[in-house]
T-cell receptor
């Protein structure tokens, strides 16, 4: 079974500092990879996804993530944090082996706090 | 902006009551889902549907039931609520399955508290 590990349930950065949120997955077949963001009292929305092609993926709001197959990682970064980035971030992977097209496995989330 | 709506946003009820959480989307998506979200935990899929008259149980066992009579509507029902049902319930829809890279569009959630 697939699993997703997000290192650090809570990350705190200063405004203007680098944001790095870590995500590792376990899968025998390289999966499709997603980052979703959840702002307070809202549902999740897609930040970015990796399916095929270029391993560095750019998303909304200046975020990007790099798929590293050898490290089974898909870490999310942003060069300069804004106060508006404060939210919870979820990494998710889907099974592309064809067995369970509906299934998306989520990590436990990382709460990002941005300090002024 | 996603066009998927959930009502009620917040609900506090007593044990034994029947509740229905409504979910509607205007994007014409065939695939719809219900996830359960608890603080500090992964989202868990409890139900999904791939079209009208199709409903399937997800990976997390749930005492709730769902129906899909119309493409745009996917309500979730608890016949007799218990405190263990206290959670946030998120409805989502997608054009493609996530297994082929499809994006999920989420509603804002329904936070249920059972006393």
């Amino acid at each position: 079974a697939q699993s997703v590990t997000q290192l650090g349930s809570h990350v705190s950065v200063s405004e203007g500092a680098l944001v790095l949120l870590r995500c590792n997955y376990s899968s025998s077949v390289p999966p499709y990879l997603f980052w979703y963001v959840q702002y307070p009292n809202q549902g999740l929305q897609l930040l970015l996804k990796y399916t095929t092609g270029a391993t560095l993926v750019k998303g909304i709001n200046g975020f990007e993530a790099e798929f590293k197959k050898s490290e089974t990682s898909f870490h999310l970064t942003k060069p300069s944090a804004h106060m508006s980035d404060a939210a919870e971030y979820f990494c998710a992977v889907s099974d592309r082996s064809g067995g369970s097209n509906y299934k998306l496995t989520f990590g436990k989330g990382t709460l990002l706090t941005v300090n002024p | 902006e996603a066009d998927i709506y959930q009502t009620p946003r917040y609900l506090v009820i007593g044990t034994g009551k029947k509740i229905t959480l409504e979910c509607s989307q205007t994007m014409g998506h065939d695939k719809m889902y219900w996830y359960q979200q608890d603080p500090g935990m992964e989202l868990h899929l409890i139900h999904y549907s791939y079209g009208v008259n199709s409903t399937e149980k997800g990976d997390l066992s749930s005492e709730s039931t769902v129906s899909r009579i119309r493409t745009e509507h996917f309500p979730l029902t608890l016949e007799s609520a218990r405190p263990s049902h206290t959670s946030q319930y998120l409805c989502a829809s997608s054009e493609l399955w996530t297994g082929v890279g499809g994006e999920l569009f989420f509603g804002e959630g329904s936070r249920l508290t059972v006393l």
